[in-house]
């Protein structure tokens, strides 16, 4: 009878908790996925070119990366559940100030300190989800990234149209008030036992490496499989709508077909999630992910126009599957959750460093030939190489140290 008395409560935190996750995941992209739609806009009223535009994507990245690589220390100075809040509030702060800061230097400057919110949102909930439902760990993780890609797809969807009523800066602002609900609800998820982090003194002394993970050339191979597989993502986030804008594409239709992107994005996700533990080799799911980014990419370059829909459901099943699963593979590699956790800000740290490149190059492209035809192409490049990478991580290697 006292057993389950007991367990009610608990069932009802671990629900608030999840709850708390998809929250803050919905927020992780949209700073970045309403520029896209709104990029002709801005770069009307501040004279960016093109280069300069892409910092608006690429710095969050950069930003991203090198905040998960110092996540270690800060996450043995603030803890998880103030790391957390902090990058919740960073995210809502920046965008709120975009409603004043309407200048290049204003957007660009916005624009790093959502990087810095979002990297400790993505170091520390993983480590979060593994400690919290270490049995459904794999699920609630593609749960996870499948909200990222979510909040990506609405920001999307809305950013034209949103813009038409409150103007280009006002519709980023926006992004400023569910960054600071989810602040909230994490404060109350936050008081669940399941989401307290251990005595840090004592995470720091038992999860001290045998080695350090820049000497294993496995860690290296993550760091090249996520930094890839983002960099598809990263690309297509930012260039996608101006991409068919410049085709002559209205920019709501842009919008939408960035939206229906992100939204195959979230199907693939919520796919990963229903089936990824049928797969204990994950190389087969990642390979099948790969072969539909390939064909997306391809359609860009060979048939934009007639064949948009098709081709955008496709790349956004591929590269959404990408996602999750590459992070799944890296936290395959490690059972202690804290250890996990800093080999994940270890490959995140590296992978979005190498992401950050994949907007900026594109807008040097478009920049100098006004065309984005080429950045597809290095890209489906990069997916083959992913591919040949991922064949080297079969069932059984012996586990990180």
């Known amino acids: 009878m006292s057993t389950r008395s007991d367990a009610a409560p608990t069932r009802g935190a671990s629900l608030l908790l999840l709850a708390a996750i998809v929250a803050l995941a919905l927020n992780l992209r949209p700073a970045m996925a309403a520029v896209g739609p709104l990029l002709d806009l801005i770069e009307s009223a501040t004279g960016m070119g093109s280069t300069a535009a892409s910092l608006l994507t690429t710095l969050p990245v950069l930003m991203i990366g090198l905040g998960a690589l110092s996540i270690r220390p800060l996450r043995r100075r603030l803890g998880e559940r103030r790391g957390v809040l902090l990058g919740a509030l960073l995210i809502g702060g920046a965008c709120l100030v975009r409603a004043a800061l309407k200048d290049t230097a204003g957007l660009i400057a916005s624009a790093a300190v959502v990087g810095v919110g979002v990297a400790l949102i993505q170091a520390l909930a993983p480590v979060v989800i593994k400690r919290a439902f270490p049995a459904r760990f794999g699920t609630v993780m593609a749960l996870y990234t499948t909200g990222i890609m979510g909040g990506a797809a609405i920001a999307a969807a809305t950013a034209a ?12 602002a926006l992004w400023s008030a569910p960054a600071f609900l989810a602040a909230l609800i ?8 399941a989401a307290e982090e251990p005595n840090r003194a004592a995470v720091v002394e038992a999860t001290d490496p045998e080695r350090p993970f820049w000497r294993q050339g496995r860690a290296w191979r993550l760091i090249l499989i996520m930094g890839l597989g983002t960099s598809a993502y990263t690309l297509v986030l930012a260039w996608l709508p101006p991409f068919y804008i410049d085709l002559g594409e209205p920019r709501a239709t842009a919008g939408y077909l960035l939206s229906g992107m992100t939204g195959a994005e979230v199907m693939a996700g919520l796919m990963v999630s229903m089936t990824i533990g049928r797969f204990p ?15 997306g990419l391809a359609g860009l370059v060979i048939a934009p126009i007639s064949l948009a829909v098709p081709v955008v459901l496709v790349l956004g099943l591929g590269i959404g599957a990408i996602f999750p699963l ?6 395959d590699q490690i059972d202690d959750p804290a250890r996990s956790g800093d080999l994940l800000a270890f490959v995140q740290g590296g992978g979005y460093i190498i992401a950050s490149l994949s907007p900026l190059a594109a807008g040097l492209l478009r920049d100098h030939m006004a065309d984005l035809t080429q950045a597809w192409v290095l ?23």
Do not use: H, N
């Open 186 to 193: 994490w404060l109350a998820a936050a008081r669940d036992p």
């Open 281 to 295: 080799d994950r190389r087969g799911p990642i390979l099948t992910a790969l072969v539909l980014a390939l064909l």
């Open 379 to 401: 890209m489906g490049v990069g997916v083959v190489l992913l591919g040949l990478m991922t064949l080297g991580f079969r069932p059984g290697l012996p586990k990180l140290r």
């Open 326 to 331: 590459s992070l799944i593979l890296a936290m």
């Open 161 to 172: 149209g949103l813009a038409e009523t409150v103007g280009w800066a006002g519709t980023l």
